[in-house]
């Protein structure tokens, strides 16, 4: 504990959004990026002092103050484009285990976010052995990804499991995003339910919800060739085969027959597929990819967009989901994962069977001509997304964190101090 009584917290995730330009080819946003960086700044108002230990983007700075108290470490080797993908998570590996030999000295708690990659779980076992107080998220499981990524099938698989097992182990508190898979994580991995928490992602409800100057926005259609006169379909997210961009060249085909404009905003390793399938539709004017785009334009995007989609194989969440009912903007979804607890009850998201494509597109038609039925969604958008406020996220991290460290000082584990929270702001409610 810092002498002036403020927790202390290393947040360690491969992804990280920073302000500023830096190339994003090696690190294309996605929902893990956006919601730690939306949490810790609300934990950075609520009174903690973070560091966020992060990969190392070539080109872009290795130390970034964000506030006083909230500082980010970027870890790892200056690697050419070929060996970002591949690389990036190990590299970033690498360059944390000294601030993790240092951690039981300089912080109260460590909180990892996991990604797909196993050097999350290596991690979590290495902070597990130094005796650290340890909470890990579990924004993407190892084994589906890893399974998927290397087919692997019986006794693999079960390594795979084996590993994942580990990790969680080692934490002393484990955060699920959904009661369905928290319910699924400890039946299939044989953790102790008691050790499993449930927060859900978060958003900024009003940040979404205000306005953005109609000048901004009309640059922002400059800059991306974004028509005027047509209605807006957006897809927001990473280009990768788990969030179905394999979908979206036959979507173009449906949407550009009835005078409809797709916007994709985002990156990843598939960009270059999926430019070269829409190249070979010959649409060139009824789509646009932006590329990277920071917080502050993806509410530029959701503000011109009439209908969002959501065509994921796979989503533990969907932090994106939030942000569209925040921007009232209504949303066409497969059902899978933690979407249909997203959507809750009655169903604030338009959903569809996994892979239903001419289904996807159909509704999503269907909304832009039913304009009843687009103010029903978006209705029950508004009510729903008042259950995901960042005040309440960040009263139950501190509460977790409390936990946790009171479990430490009466066990085994043995923090730097006891957890306690500034008088001047580090109340649970941010105030």
Not at 64 to 71: D, F, K, L, N, Q
Not at 102 to 118: E, K, L, P, T
Not at 123 to 142: D, E, F, H
Not at 211 to 238: K, M, N, Q, T, Y
Request: hydrophobic content about 45%; aromatic content about 8%; proline content about 6%.
């Amino acid at each position: 504990m810092a002498g002036n009584g403020m927790l202390r917290i290393l947040r360690i995730t491969p992804h990280f959004y920073r302000p500023g330009n830096w190339p994003i080819a090696f690190d294309p946003v996605g929902g893990l990026q956006n919601q730690t960086w939306t949490i810790a700044q609300a934990m950075d108002k609520a009174g903690a002092a973070q560091t966020v230990l992060t990969s190392y983007i070539p080109g872009s700075p290795r130390h970034v103050w964000i506030s006083a108290t909230m500082r980010v470490t970027c870890t790892g080797f200056r690697l050419p484009d070929f060996l970002a993908g591949p690389m990036l998570c190990f590299s970033w590996f690498l360059g944390a285990i000294p601030e993790l030999l240092r951690a039981r000295r300089r912080y109260d708690v460590v909180h990892i976010h996991f990604n797909h990659s196993v050097w999350c779980r290596i991690i979590a076992v290495i902070v597990g052995r130094l005796k650290i107080p340890l909470v890990v998220s579990m924004n993407t499981p190892l084994w589906s990804g890893l399974q998927s990524a290397l087919r692997l099938k019986g006794k693999s698989y079960d390594v795979t499991r084996w590993l994942e097992r580990l990790a969680l182990r080692s934490a002393d508190r484990v955060v699920v995003l959904t009661d369905t898979y928290g319910r699924s994580a400890a039946s299939e991995l044989g953790l102790d339910a008691s050790r499993i928490e449930v927060i859900p992602d978060a958003v900024d409800v009003e940040a979404f919800r205000r306005p953005v100057a109609p000048g901004l926005l009309r640059a922002f259609r400059r800059e991306h060739g974004i028509p005027d006169e047509r209605p807006i379909v957006s897809f927001i997210g990473r280009i990768s085969g788990e969030k179905g961009w394999q979908d979206l060249p036959a979507l173009v085909e449906r949407l550009s027959g009835k005078n409809v404009f797709l916007l994709i905003c985002g990156d990843g390793p598939d960009r270059r597929k999926l430019e070269a399938a829409l190249a070979a539709i010959s649409r060139p004017s009824w789509w646009a990819i932006t590329g990277f785009v920071s917080p502050a334009e993806v509410k530029k995007a959701l503000k011109i967009s009439d209908v969002m989609i959501l065509p994921s194989r796979r989503e533990v969440f969907g932090s994106v989901l939030l942000e569209a009912m925040a921007a009232e903007v209504p949303v066409v979804a497969y059902g899978v994962g933690g979407v249909t607890d997203v959507a809750g009850r009655p169903e604030a998201l338009a959903l569809v069977p996994e892979g239903r494509r001419e289904a996807l597109a159909d509704l999503t038609l269907r909304l832009l001509a039913d304009s009843e039925e687009r103010n029903t969604l978006i209705a029950r958008g508004r009510r729903r997304v008042r259950d995901f406020s960042l005040d309440s996220a960040v009263a139950l991290n501190l509460a977790l964190y409390a936990s946790v460290l009171a479990g430490s000082v009466n066990g085994s584990r043995q923090p730097a101090g006891v957890l306690t929270l500034q008088e001047d702001g580090g109340s649970p409610d941010g105030g």
